[in-house]
């Protein structure tokens, strides 16, 4: 029989490459991942790993079985919160994900409230940025992925996509910029402007709007940080134009925001899978997500 601890193992080997780091991942030794790696290869009948070097490599089986791994723990860990809350045990847990300007925005708003009208429900909280956000939704890391888009996403159609806010952009420029006190800039004025860009996506989205204005902005730093972007405009190195929820998340010193046009906006939404939406704990959090946009 396979059992879920084994499938746990065996993912994490497979996205590890190794016995010795799948037990790090895991919290256990390395004898115990080798032998609960022999009991599935025992209850599958079949080679599932292979040794490559120092990393072990999956066989077909082993890639198939991994395959199938990531569905069958989400649907026990939805089936096992269903269950305790249906118990009437009113205890749960959310694996929450977000990008940092959601961490420090919607999301304390949203535990609290969880928290209070809950306070059996155990909510976790780590950052990452989409796509990686949504790959340990899929993989059964998280049950919710706080994420954003700017344009719809035809690889989410799995997954059940809750609309949070619209997060428009504005524009980042230092105090003392000519155009600091304007109300609206239109952004193919600040086409010589040296810029600074944010995260991966955020970059490529940069990049598509000022060549839709007529122009390739000249990138001079870019970073992941948001208050390290505020810090490069206020020092007076380039220009930025960031998120609202952003310029909300930090203390903007040294610099002043401004309406750009045409208006560029994202969409921010919770993403769970569909046996997760059914969970009463993950069913609340969204609730909370959407109401903390609201305030």
Same mark, same amino acid.
């Given at each position: &029989?396979?059992?879920?601890?084994? #499938?746990?193992?065996?993912?994490?080997?497979? @996205?590890?490459?190794?016995? @010795?780091?799948?037990?790090?991942?895991?919290?256990?030794?390395?004898?115990? +991942?080798?032998?609960?790696?022999?009991?599935?290869?025992?209850? /599958?009948?079949?080679?599932?790993?292979?040794?490559?070097?120092?990393?072990?490599?999956?066989?077909?089986?082993?890639?198939?079985?991994?395959?199938?791994? $990531?569905?069958?723990?989400?649907?026990?860990?939805?089936?096992?919160?269903?269950?305790?809350?249906?118990?009437?045990?009113?205890?749960?847990?959310?694996?929450?994900?977000?990008?940092?300007?959601?961490?420090?925005?919607?999301?304390?708003?949203?535990?609290?409230? &969880?928290?209070?009208?809950?306070?059996?429900?155990?909510?976790?909280?780590?950052?990452?940025?989409?796509?990686?956000?949504?790959?340990?939704?899929?993989?059964?890391?998280?049950?919710? /992925?706080?994420?954003?888009?700017?344009?719809?996403?035809?690889?989410?159609?799995? #997954?059940?996509?809750?609309? +949070?806010?619209?997060?428009?952009?504005?524009?980042?420029?230092?105090?003392?910029?000519?155009?600091?006190?304007?109300?609206?800039?239109?952004?193919? $004025?600040?086409?010589?402007?040296?810029?600074?860009?944010?995260?991966?996506?955020?970059?490529?989205?940069?990049?598509?709007?000022?060549?839709?204005?007529?122009?390739?902005?000249?990138?001079?730093?870019?970073?992941?940080?948001?208050?390290?972007?505020?810090?490069?405009?206020?020092?007076?190195?380039?220009?930025?134009?960031?998120?609202?929820?952003?310029?909300? @998340?930090?203390?903007?010193?040294?610099?002043?925001?401004?309406?750009?046009?045409?208006?560029?906006?994202?969409?921010? +939404?919770?993403?769970?899978?569909?046996?997760?939406?059914?969970?009463?704990?993950?069913?609340? &959090?969204?609730?909370?997500?959407?109401?903390?946009?609201?305030?």
């Amino acid at each position: &029989m396979i059992e879920a601890r084994h #499938l746990r193992v065996l993912r994490a080997v497979a @996205s590890t490459g190794s016995f @010795s780091a799948a037990a790090r991942e895991l919290g256990c030794t390395q004898p115990a +991942v080798s032998q609960q790696m022999k009991a599935l290869e025992g209850a /599958a009948g079949t080679p599932l790993l292979v040794r490559a070097g120092r990393e072990m490599r999956l066989t077909e089986a082993g890639e198939a079985l991994v395959r199938h791994a $990531t569905g069958i723990l989400a649907g026990l860990a939805a089936a096992e919160e269903e269950v305790a809350a249906l118990a009437g045990l009113r205890a749960g847990r959310v694996r929450l994900v977000s990008f940092p300007s959601g961490s420090s925005t919607l999301v304390p708003t949203a535990v609290a409230a &969880m928290r209070a009208d809950h306070p059996g429900t155990r909510v976790s909280l780590v950052e990452a940025e989409p796509p990686r956000s949504v790959e340990m939704l899929r993989a059964g890391d998280c049950e919710i /992925a706080l994420a954003f888009r700017y344009e719809p996403a035809p690889e989410w159609e799995d #997954l059940v996509v809750r609309p +949070v806010l619209t997060d428009r952009l504005v524009g980042l420029v230092p105090e003392g910029h000519p155009f600091a006190d304007a109300e609206e800039v239109g952004i193919g $004025t600040l086409a010589e402007e040296p810029w600074i860009a944010g995260c991966p996506r955020c970059r490529r989205h940069l990049v598509q709007v000022c060549e839709a204005a007529g122009f390739t902005p000249r990138i001079d730093f870019a970073t992941d940080d948001y208050p390290a972007v505020v810090g490069l405009v206020g020092a007076g190195l380039g220009v930025a134009v960031l998120p609202e929820l952003a310029v909300e @998340s930090v203390r903007p010193r040294g610099t002043r925001a401004v309406r750009v046009s045409p208006a560029v906006q994202r969409e921010v +939404v919770a993403l769970t899978l569909p046996d997760l939406a059914q969970v009463p704990a993950v069913a609340g &959090m969204l609730d909370r997500l959407a109401a903390a946009a609201r305030r």
